[in-house]
């Protein structure tokens, strides 16, 4: 059967289509293959609306973000790795208040400063290793971080025990020493 726009008759097979990238000059040479198989490419781009836009998103701060940190004594090499399912500047804020209320008991980091009366600063001393939600994840990244404190030599770890969690998937990751 001929088209009514070619001399050319129809094949009655439609050709299959391969979705790829186009890659400018690279994309026609790999046209030109693909058409010797009886393929035709579908070209798409990376240049979508959402790569293009997606840095005009608000970022969360880290202080407003939930997860694992590290707060370091600024007069020693001790560290505090803890967790939290809140804003991590609210947890920064029990801290900081237990060391101004004279309540060692209320966590082991204040518990440091008070009782070596070192200083303290919560802008500079403390770090987000990694945002999560609470739950497991959140307790298998702590519990790595803190295998990871504790096999460096140069640092003195304040926490009281590990959390409740699998231990092999941290010793793992971070072999003790001992």
């Known amino acids: 059967m001929l088209d009514s726009t070619t001399i050319h008759p129809r094949s009655s097979k439609s050709p299959e289509w391969v979705r790829t990238p ?3 000059k690279l994309s026609l040479k790999l046209s ?6 009886g393929l035709r490419p579908a070209f798409y781009s990376h240049n979508s609306s959402k790569n293009l836009l997606s840095h005009l998103n608000d970022p969360v ?3 407003r973000r939930s997860g694992v940190y590290h707060i370091h004594c600024n007069d020693c090499p001790s560290v505090y790795i803890g967790q939290t399912g809140q804003q991590l500047r609210l947890r920064i804020h029990v801290h900081t ?9 209320k966590s082991n980091f204040s518990d440091h400063i008070l009782a070596s009366r070192h200083n303290f600063d919560s802008t500079s001393s403390v770090k ?4 999560a939600s609470k739950g497991k994840w959140l307790t298998t990244l702590e519990n ?3 295998t990871k404190a504790q096999t460096n030599p140069r640092g003195s770890l304040l926490n009281a025990v590990l959390p409740t969690c699998d231990v092999s998937l941290a ?6 020493n001992n």
Not at 32 to 37: A, C, Y
Not at 128 to 131: E, N
């Open 22 to 24: 186009f890659l400018g």
């Open 32 to 37: 030109k293959i693909l058409g010797q198989r």
């Open 61 to 63: 701060r880290p202080d």
């Open 97 to 105: 208040k237990a060391i101004r209320n004279d309540t060692p008991e």
């Open 128 to 131: 987000v290793l990694h945002s």
């Open 144 to 146: 790595i971080q803190i």
């Open 171 to 176: 010793g793992f990751y971070y072999p003790s």
